[in-house]
């Protein structure tokens, strides 16, 4: 399984960005998908996931501000970020995951500058 993350780049404290990330394979197989992000220095920490019924789970950090989703036709997973804030700037990942299988993407960069 292949993941290509997108749509990162450098945006102004409050701004909005949509990452994505295309999955060389039919997500549906799929138990969770899902974004983390690690900042330099620090763990791989948990975003947002989106089980295959399209069960949301939010870090606290960023509740009422991202909204993950899927679109199965096209093979994807999207986060969008809202008011955005510096702290959120770190490496994002994609990840899909289903029993003895777990893939991530190469990462994307989000810097939010104050």
């Known amino acids: 399984v292949q993941l290509q993350a997108s749509g990162g780049g450098l945006v102004q404290a409050g701004k909005s960005l949509r990452l994505s990330c295309k999955v060389s394979r039919n997500i549906s197989i799929f138990t969770y998908m899902g974004w983390y992000r690690q900042a330099p220095g620090n763990q791989r920490d948990l975003v947002a996931t989106?089980?295959?019924?399209?069960?949301?789970h939010y870090a606290d950090s960023v509740k009422g501000r991202f909204n993950v989703s899927r679109d199965s036709v096209k093979r994807a997973i999207y986060l969008q970020m809202d008011s955005l804030r510096p702290e959120d700037t770190s490496v994002y990942y994609c990840?899909?995951?289903?029993?003895?299988?777990?893939?991530w993407g190469q990462g994307t960069l989000v810097t939010v500058s104050s």
């Open positions: 989106i089980s295959r019924s399209g069960d949301t």
């Open positions: 990840n899909v995951r289903r029993a003895g299988l777990s893939e």
